[in-house]
């Protein structure tokens, strides 16, 4: 391995880096560092976040300004404003002892006067974002004439949140000869397009493999039931007491749900989401990186900006459709040489994902089971012991108080005193899983056998002059069919209605009703809320009722404002 100074670092830059507690050159900065300053090669680099890629772009790039000229000379490009603001950031800390290098982060959601005065003072490097470049070039308030570096940095990202057309019309302004650089953590057919239309005999550097999960993460799944979901979240987070970790949902609004949820159980957590505004994800986002929320609940648009080293656990709230998606949210662990854990939460219909993600990152994935109720009191236990045994004692202050508390504590022996001590933390934990019943696992064959008993009920053609109606709650929602008969007839008290047969499934019903208040009842139940779920009921696809062939339109829609809650 070579050292930074062999690479051609020089000494101001050595001893910037050297306080930032760089001591030698990661693979990444190994690879490009030396191809940047001898030459001007173009270069592809598969490298995730994490890789020490902003160094290895940027230690050359301040190499090679001329501080005597202040036009843009280098360009980068990045996904988001906080990646954005990470870079400039990094690069002020490379540049410390190179007096007058200036360094402009331009990014949307803020003044743009204020950038482009800025710019008017005079810059050597801009770190921006796409749209909010283009429209300072639009504006006639950047020149990019004398450019000769540019960087894409996290290219996939850019390219998937739709910055395509601004990278094209942005690349159009550089001048020809530039030297192009490429950073991407995957390799999709879009980017192969980039460096193909864009740079020149581009050298390939891989750190790692081509869309491969980072070698430090260890990946495990749990399968539970759907309904579960939630419960094995928590019981993982108490089996991992010291806990560092991002937990991926799919939408914002399940993302919302489950914070709210986990903060109302006790636990240290926070959501970020794109309906947050952009004050609350900053202020969000910074009190993660001070660790004073332990579990983010986010989505995976919303934590792209989000640049944290040391996280211990991602938590795939259920899995991405896409791999490239676990790809990313997996490779913000087990960063800088550190260790990580990348866990997924699914349920049985999803485990046919996980086969399509082993492949596409070529790593295994452990199958686990969820920890028990001894299981994780024993950890939680032991932390707690580990963390009293670490704990510091403020001799002076506490000295003064010590006497009274012996004095009071005289009658309990030292082993009635720990007892006491412990079980003030740790009767939460107690408490909550003395009673609380294991998670049932899905059984896969038992449960593909009751699919198929399920969908034979479920095709059973109604009586004469009935129609045969599909509700969307089952046995797992706790229903009888005594509830069925209730609520069709609190939905409509004042009409005697003719139930027919009921069959309870496992997660839907079904029940027959004469056909004549078939319509009315639909619009009628779906006013209801059953144990917290909306009722959504529709005519059975095989009732032999012939308007009931078909579902009716509009039957499974959600109710209006006016929705009762039953039960
Ligand atoms: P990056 O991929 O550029 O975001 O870097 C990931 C992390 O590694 C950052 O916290 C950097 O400060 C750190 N880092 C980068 N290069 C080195 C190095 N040569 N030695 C130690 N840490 C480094």
């Known amino acids: 391995m070579k050292t930074f100074e062999e690479l051609g670092i020089s000494p101001a830059l050595l001893q910037a880096i050297r306080e930032l507690g760089f001591e030698n050159p990661m693979p990444v900065q190994e690879a490009v560092i030396p ?19 902003t160094a290895a772009f940027g230690l050359p790039i301040i190499e090679q300004v001329d501080i005597t000229n202040k036009k843009p000379q280098a360009l980068i490009l990045c996904p988001t ?43 050597h490097i801009v770190v921006a974002t796409p749209g909010r470049l283009q429209d300072l070039i639009n504006r006639g308030a950047i020149k990019l004439g004398e450019v000769s570096k540019v960087v894409l940095d996290e290219a996939d990202e850019m390219l998937n949140m739709g910055f395509q057309e601004s990278i094209d019309n942005i690349l159009q302004e550089v001048p020809e000869d530039r030297n192009t650089l490429l950073f991407s953590a995957t390799m999709p057919k879009e980017i192969a397009n980039i460096a193909k239309n864009y740079m020149t005999n581009p050298k390939e550097v891989t750190i790692g493999h081509k869309n491969v999960a980072n070698e430090n993460v260890k990946h495990s799944y749990y399968i539970v039931q759907a309904r579960d979901k939630y419960l094995a979240l928590k019981r993982i987070a108490d ?17 919302q749900e489950i914070a709210d949820k986990l903060i109302q159980d006790g636990y240290n957590a926070d959501s970020l989401h794109g309906d947050l505004s952009q004050t609350q994800r900053d202020y969000v986002m910074q009190k993660f990186r001070l660790r004073n929320i332990q579990l983010l609940v986010a989505t995976d648009v919303a934590a792209r900006g989000l640049d944290v080293d040391d996280l211990t656990h991602i938590i795939n709230y259920g899995l991405p459709e896409d791999a490239e998606v676990y790809t990313h949210r997996s490779g913000r662990t087990g960063r800088a040489g550190k260790t990580g854990i990348s866990i997924s939460i699914i349920n049985l219909k999803e485990k046919g994902k996980i086969k399509d993600i082993e492949k596409k990152i070529n790593r295994p994935f452990e199958k686990a089971n969820i920890p028990n109720g001894r299981e994780i009191c024993e950890r939680q236990l032991f932390s707690m012991v580990d963390k009293m045994e670490r704990v510091d004692i403020a001799d002076d202050e506490i000295d003064s108080y010590l006497p009274v508390i012996y004095r009071k504590l005289e009658w309990l022996s030292k082993e009635e005193v720990i007892k006491r001590f412990v079980s003030l933390q740790f009767n939460r934990f107690l408490d909550y899983y003395r009673n609380a019943p294991e998670l049932s696992l899905p059984d896969e064959k038992g449960e593909r056998s009751r699919d198929k008993d399920d969908r034979k009920k479920g095709s059973r053609k109604a009586e004469k002059g009935f129609t045969r109606m599909f509700i969307n709650i089952g046995k797992i929602d706790g229903l009888y069919p005594n509830h069925i008969i209730e609520m069709i007839n609190d939905c409509m008290p004042k009409d005697r209605i003719n139930i027919g047969r009921i069959d309870l499934m496992k997660t839907f019903s079904f029940f027959e009703v004469e056909s004549g208040s078939a319509d009315r009842l639909i619009k009628e139940l779906k006013r209801l809320s059953y144990n917290g779920r909306k009722v959504s009921v529709e005519v059975a696809q095989d009732s032999n009722d012939d308007k009931d062939k078909k ?17």
């Open 35 to 53: 191809l940047l300053l001898a030459d001007r090669t173009d270069i592809v680099a598969l490298a995730q976040t994490g890789t020490g890629k």
């Open 81 to 123: 404003r906080e990646l954005c603001l990470q870079i400039a950031g990094d690069l002020n800390d490379f540049s410390k002892y190179v007096a007058d290098l200036k360094v402009l982060p331009v990014y949307g959601g803020s003044n743009i006067e204020s950038q482009i005065n800025a710019l008017k003072k005079g810059v």
């Open 239 to 255: 089996y991992n007491p010291n806990v560092y970790g991002i937990i991926f949902c799919r939408t914002r609004k399940e993302t």
């Open 551 to 567: 579902p009716k339109k509009g039957s499974g829609k959600k109710g209006g404002s006016g929705r009762r809650s039953y039960r």
